[in-house]
């Protein structure tokens, strides 16, 4: 069997470690992030003028903000699964 380092994968063991259930709570939080730029996405598709740029600010904040949530970030994980659903919900429904 192969060593990490003969498969390109050094550094992989300086990642740190979670949990099962860390890990679940990290894909959720990623899940609801893509669904907050889904939810810009569709609102962008009929706003024009000022609307428009601000709805786009906004949705390259969450394109940010999933770059920048990591597994290792429970807190960041944990406000993300605190707050988003209700405020995926409200852009849904400004929208509508």
Do not use: C, K
């Amino acid at each position: 069997m192969s060593s990490a380092r003969d498969r390109g994968l050094v550094g992989v063991t300086r990642l740190g470690t979670w949990t099962a259930e860390e890990n679940d709570a990290y894909q959720t939080a990623h899940d609801l992030i893509n669904q907050m730029i889904a939810a810009y996405s569709a609102r962008l598709s009929r706003a024009s003028g000022p609307e428009a740029g601000v709805l786009l600010a906004e949705q390259r904040a969450q394109l940010e903000a999933r770059r920048m949530l990591g597994v290792a970030d429970q807190e960041s994980v944990r406000r993300v699964l605190a707050e988003y659903p209700t405020l995926i919900s409200q852009l849904r429904s400004d929208g509508a």
